[in-house]
């Protein structure tokens, strides 16, 4: 009866609490007594907890309907009624008092539950599956969120021991991302935990040197990294060689390359088109004679029959815009002569058999002899040449079997990648390189260059016309052909493109050439932007240009900002027009544009008398206004404040003439001690006046 009655209760959901009452009332036995045994052992099957159960047990005891305990027909009883309940799995609710009793505990059961199910208890991460999440994230930009995931969820939240590849994936985030210090906290943090780092580890740490905002401290790290593999003597493989290369020919220079290569070579690594890319790198470290240097970098690249990429084109554009072409004497000495080291070096005998072999090797020694020669005061450059023998000759792995394409089309200017590649080129001259544009038209000019890189099966880019932009001749010519390139090519052209070839123009003084491709920007659709019209403000030499510039930069929405001001004020003090400044100034105070430093030093420039200069004897009309400036630009200085730290994003060349008599060090200095002696006396005046008051 007992089984049918607990049955009933749990199916129906009744209350039988009334029971337990009675149990006291009647005198029956205490509840201890009816303990059985089977009950108190674990078992298998566990009856559902709640009050409708607790009543059940109650109300059979008061009854004194059960056997004694320990019995087997009490062991089968229950035996029976639990395979009964197992078997169910939902149970339907049909009084409205188990339909109140079910929220009480059944929703908290299901969100703890829930929760349980998200934390997945028992079950550990792996280190591989947070190596697989950090990727993840630093492949969206989530560097600091991948550091979190390591730091706090896996090393304090689920105390792992990390392996090789975690701290790898996090220091190669960090190098990309220029943050040198913590890359390097992570590697050190790697060997306290006695593990061995890899070849990808050291790559990324020579990475994030090189991609360091401080090239100083980039520098010391790649040093000291680079002293303790030759410490413990570890063997590199050529991706961490050529992370090495990037470093010195970003924060070094090129002889430091040089020697990395010779140390790469000896190893038994091949060069290949990365290899040069980063010499080409290294090259624009000397402004004075980094043309030339590209140009026997790449004269050595074509000898090792190794063919050029649109990188090292670039790279070689790059070399043409910003560097120096060095003693012109001294680079037709170097350059001009077709093949002077092959034949020097058979004519004292080498170990070369024939020209085909020596094609294949490269004489990293006569290399740096090469690049670091010295002109010669008495001009006897070719006795020096002649006197260099060749030494340790390194074989190079080829690239490309196929030997390098020649274009059979003749260039309309003489090009001097010809020569290097066998083909008279008659007509070269290194006397008079006066600049980028000459420069650029000793490798073949625009025309030239393109049909170069055609000839190697390469098409330009937008960084190619960039370049070009850059680098050619102004004038309305040029932006043509640029263009018909690009439409043959199919490039998007941008903003920056086009600010190049308006900063090209307005560098020349054609304001209105410069002018002129805005409305070739509005044609391909291309907005102008805040650097668009600083380029513009690099022509307006007068006031009424500078002002007109101004006004339209609002028209348009645009702010100007401290770099158009710096643009505007060096025209104004290069033509000493005083009006113009003074103009510009009130302007910067009613927009609010703090000056920087490189204004202060403009305008202090511009507020000292010329040398040998005598007011009292001569007249300048230029100079008439030079008291009144001085005066107003004393009261400007006071009334504004100044930045502490030039932008680094500044682009654009501020050209401003030496003052005569002073030094370099006394014209930075005279801005600081004009603006202490502005602050002393309006100290002493205030001082003065509460005195008197």
Not at 469 to 482: K, V, W
Not at 605 to 626: C, E, G, M, T
Request: glycine share 6%; aromatic share 6%; proline share 4%.
């Amino acid at each position: 009866m007992l089984t049918s009655v607990a049955c009933s209760c749990v199916r129906n959901g009744r209350k039988l609490s009334f029971l337990a009452a009675g149990l006291a009332t009647t005198g029956g036995p205490h509840l201890s007594q009816l303990r059985s045994p089977a009950l108190l052992s674990p078992a298998s099957w566990q009856l559902p907890r709640g009050p409708a159960v607790r009543s059940v047990s109650l109300s059979a005891a008061s009854r004194g309907d059960t056997d004694p305990p320990g019995t087997p027909d009490d062991r089968q009883t229950f035996g029976s009624l639990s395979a009964d309940l197992s078997s169910r799995k939902l149970y339907k609710k049909s009084s409205p008092d188990s339909q109140d009793l079910r929220p009480a505990w059944g929703e908290d059961e299901q969100e703890e539950d829930a929760g349980r199910a998200r934390r997945r208890p028992g079950r550990r991460n792996t280190p591989y599956w947070y190596f697989l999440q950090c990727k993840k994230l630093i492949k969206n930009n989530k560097l600091q969120e991948a550091l979190e995931l390591f730091s706090r969820d896996m090393l304090q939240g689920e105390r792992l021991q990390p392996e090789e590849y975690n701290y790898t994936v996090l220091i190669g985030g960090c190098g990309r991302a220029g943050q040198l210090k913590k890359a390097f906290r992570l590697y050190n943090d790697m060997k306290k935990r006695g593990l061995d780092a890899v070849d990808a580890t050291y790559t990324a740490l020579f990475n994030a040197c090189a991609e360091s905002p401080s090239k100083q401290a980039g520098l010391q790290q790649a040093l000291k990294l680079e002293q303790e593999l030759r410490r413990k003597n570890i063997a590199l493989s050529t991706i961490t060689y050529h992370a090495l290369l990037k470093t010195h020919a970003i924060t070094n220079h090129l002889q430091a390359c040089i020697h990395t290569l010779k140390e790469m070579l000896q190893n038994g690594h091949v060069v290949t088109q990365e290899t040069f890319h980063y010499l080409l790198m290294g090259c624009l470290k000397d402004k004075n004679e980094g043309f030339r240097l590209a140009l026997q970098v790449w004269r050595q690249m074509l000898k090792s029959r190794i063919q050029p990429d649109s990188k090292n084109y670039n790279l070689l554009l790059r070399t043409a815009r910003d560097c120096g072409i060095g003693d012109p004497a001294l680079a037709s000495g170097i350059l001009l002569r077709p093949e002077w080291d092959s034949q020097k070096d058979t004519q004292h005998g080498t170990n070369v058999k024939s020209e085909s072999r020596y094609k294949d090797v490269i004489d990293i020694e006569l290399l740096e002899r090469q690049l670091f020669i010295q002109s010669n005061p008495h001009g006897d450059n070719q006795t020096s040449f002649s006197q260099q023998e060749c030494t340790s000759m390194i074989p190079v792995g080829q690239i490309e079997n196929t030997p390098l394409c020649v274009d059979t089309v003749n260039s309309t200017a003489p090009n001097l990648l010809d020569l290097f590649e066998g083909r008279s080129s008659a007509g070269l001259s290194i006397s008079t390189i006066d600049g980028a544009s000459d420069r650029l038209a000793l490798i073949g000019g625009a025309k030239g260059f393109l049909e170069k890189m055609a000839a190697n099966g390469l098409s330009p880019d937008l960084r190619t016309l960039t370049l070009l932009a850059d680098t050619m001749e102004p004038g309305d010519q040029s932006l043509q052909m640029l263009l018909q390139v690009a439409t043959h090519h199919c490039i998007k052209l941008d903003t920056a493109f086009f600010n190049s070839v308006i900063r090209r123009d307005a560098r020349a003084g054609d304001l209105e050439a410069a002018k002129a491709v805005l409305s070739v920007m509005s044609q391909c659709n291309v907005s102008v932007d805040v650097q668009t019209f600083g380029s513009l403000a690099l022509g307006c030499k007068q006031q009424k240009d500078g002002l007109q510039l101004l006004e339209d930069m609002q028209e348009v929405g645009l702010r100007p900002n401290v770099q158009v001001f710096s643009a505007l004020i060096g025209q104004a003090t290069r033509r000493l027009d005083y009006v113009y400044l003074k103009a510009l100034l009130r302007s910067m105070r009613d927009l609010e544009v703090w000056p920087n430093e490189v204004i202060i030093r403009q305008l202090e420039f511009a507020a000292q008398y010329p040398p040998n200069y005598n007011q009292y004897k001569s007249r300048n009309n230029y100079l008439v206004h030079i008291d009144g400036f001085r005066g107003y630009y004393q009261q400007w200085l006071r009334a504004m404040p100044a930045q502490d730290t030039e932008d680094e994003q500044a682009k654009l060349e501020i050209e401003t003439e030496a003052a005569g008599g002073l030094t370099q060090g006394q014209r930075n200095q005279r801005p600081t001690e004009r603006r202490q002696y502005s602050h002393n006396r309006d100290k002493t005046s205030n001082t003065s006046l509460s005195q008197h008051s």
